[in-house]
């Protein structure tokens, strides 16, 4: 049945090259066992921040303690996995800087009839997943409650985070966590031509038991 959908990749790519935040641990490997010396295998070990390329965050990323995750305070493999995987929107804003607000959306929203439980954000005509744009768009911390009173489960976008580079108080992040919403960040929304129509978004987070985030191989499906 599968072989109906057209798969549409919106993940960065993730490589030596790959920008992430400012302080952040980047990506890196090793090969561990060639082929060429044991003429059997190629093994590999990599060491990156989980925030590094397009990724989930989990509420223990933003609030309670990592050696004794709890309630309301999940590690990404305690998350649950319905909010990252079903029916999505794309909405283009791009080009689009600063704040999202409510009134920038509810234009692009009025053509779907009933929206979808999974909202992504364009905001960028060209991604370049080897620079850290030091200025982004974000998300309003009263457009996440209008989407969470619309039912949305989800929201995701094609920025390093959904608060400001300079946030320190991080207030779109908690009101996401205080409504029981998921999301992305860094995803790759320039592939998607068609955004006024739906599509069948998958993103599962790696089960990583003790991390407050992990990379997702995001893609959206198109029937």
């Excluded at 960028?124 to 989407?147: G, I, K, M, N």
């Excluded at 407050?212 to 198109?222: D, F, N, Q």
Aim: hydrophobic share 45%.
């Amino acid at each position: 049945m599968f072989d109906a959908f057209e798969i549409i990749d919106i993940s960065q790519p993730v490589d030596e090259t790959t920008a992430c935040f400012p302080g952040d641990v980047p990506f890196s490997h090793q090969v561990t066992v060639d082929y060429q010396t044991s003429q059997v295998i190629n093994l590999s070990a990599f060491t990156m921040s989980p925030h590094v390329g397009t990724h989930a965050d989990a509420p223990v990323h933003i609030h309670g303690d990592m050696r004794q995750p709890g309630p309301h305070a999940e590690t990404i493999g305690q998350a649950p996995l319905s909010p990252y995987i079903g029916p999505a929107v794309v909405i283009d804003l791009a080009p689009c800087d600063g704040e999202i607000t409510w009134e920038q959306v509810s234009e692009p929203f009025a053509h779907f009839p009933v929206l979808p439980r999974r909202v992504l954000f364009r905001t960028l005509h060209t991604v370049r997943p080897d620079v850290f744009e030091s200025s982004y768009a974000w998300l309003s911390v009263d457009l996440v409650c209008q989407l969470a009173d619309r039912g949305v489960v989800l929201v995701g976008l094609d920025t390093p985070s959904v608060d400001a580079v300079d946030s320190k108080t991080l207030d779109t992040h908690h009101a996401l966590l205080s409504l029981g919403m998921a999301w992305l960040e860094n995803l790759d929304l320039t592939g998607v031509e068609d955004v006024r129509r739906g599509y069948f978004l998958v993103a599962l987070p790696l089960k990583f038991m003790g991390l407050e985030a992990s990379p997702v191989r995001a893609v959206l499906l198109k029937g």
